[in-house]
């Protein structure tokens, strides 16, 4: 299968400063990633939806500002979580699809554990 | 907004016995997907149905999706410590192209 790679696994940040997760399509082209947050014991909320070559669709109630997402290949998307503090700690995992009209099976990025202290 | 509920949220069972973990949308689905998700790890694609009343099965798994389109479910046969994880259905709805993951089912499986 399609093969999805999430960078860094785990990242630890002072509050205030900005993180950077990079989510790659290894063998594959994605025009559209997912991304997603997910609470420990708890289920993947979709945060937006990134779009190669154009803006990210945010789902309601995330805001933009706060979590910068730039697709600027079709290999490539970046979530940046800008001045995190601690209630930004969570667990941010990616994902992406071969299938044209994006109903397919996901493939989903090892994720990347982030903790704000 | 669209909700996609899994009940038990919890199920811990002893090595052998069956588990049925079902999933619940309030409105018509055009199609389901499940996935599962070792502790630690991320979600991993299994199956998805998308005829209405469809059966599909892989060895001892077998997935079912309702004659509405609303229901899913997933039942495994004689449970190994190997099936231990976190199981999610994730619904598609007309019209739109974005995946509503289920809630989750914890599943424990005790040797």
């Known amino acids: 299968g399609a093969v999805v790679s999430q960078h860094p696994s785990w990242v630890i940040c002072k509050s205030g400063t900005s993180v950077k997760i990079e989510c790659r399509s290894l063998?594959?082209?994605?025009?559209?990633m997912f991304w997603y947050r997910q609470f420990p014991k708890q289920s993947l909320m979709l945060m937006a939806t990134?779009?190669?070559?154009?803006?990210?669709?945010?789902e309601q109630g995330v805001e933009k500002d706060k979590f910068l997402i730039n697709h600027a290949s079709l290999t490539l998307s970046t979530l940046t979580v800008t001045s995190a503090h601690p209630e930004d700690s969570s667990f941010y995992i990616c994902?992406?699809?071969?299938?044209?009209?994006?109903?397919?099976?996901?493939?989903f990025g090892e994720g990347s554990r982030l903790t704000v202290l | 907004g669209q909700q996609v509920m899994q009940i038990p949220q919890y199920q811990h069972v002893q090595e052998g016995e069956d588990f049925t973990t079902y999933c619940n949308s309030s409105?018509?689905?055009?199609?389901i997907q499940w996935y599962k998700q070792r502790p630690g790890g991320h979600p991993v694609f299994l199956i998805q149905?998308?005829?209405?009343?469809e059966v599909k099965k892989q060895k001892r798994l077998t997935f079912q999706f309702g004659e509405a389109k609303k229901n899913s479910s997933l039942h495994i046969t004689a449970t190994q410590t190997t099936d231990v994880g976190t199981y999610f259905c994730?619904?598609?709805?007309?019209?739109?192209?974005?995946?509503?993951f289920g809630t989750g089912t914890r599943l424990k499986v005790l040797a």
């Open positions: 409105t018509t689905l055009s199609n």
């Open positions: 994902s992406a699809t071969l299938a044209a009209g994006l109903t397919g099976e996901l493939f």
């Open positions: 063998d594959f082209q994605a025009t559209t």
């Open positions: 990134s779009n190669e070559g154009s803006k990210a669709t945010y």
């Open positions: 994730a619904g598609l709805y007309a019209g739109t192209y974005k995946y509503i």
């Open positions: 149905l998308v005829k209405s009343g």
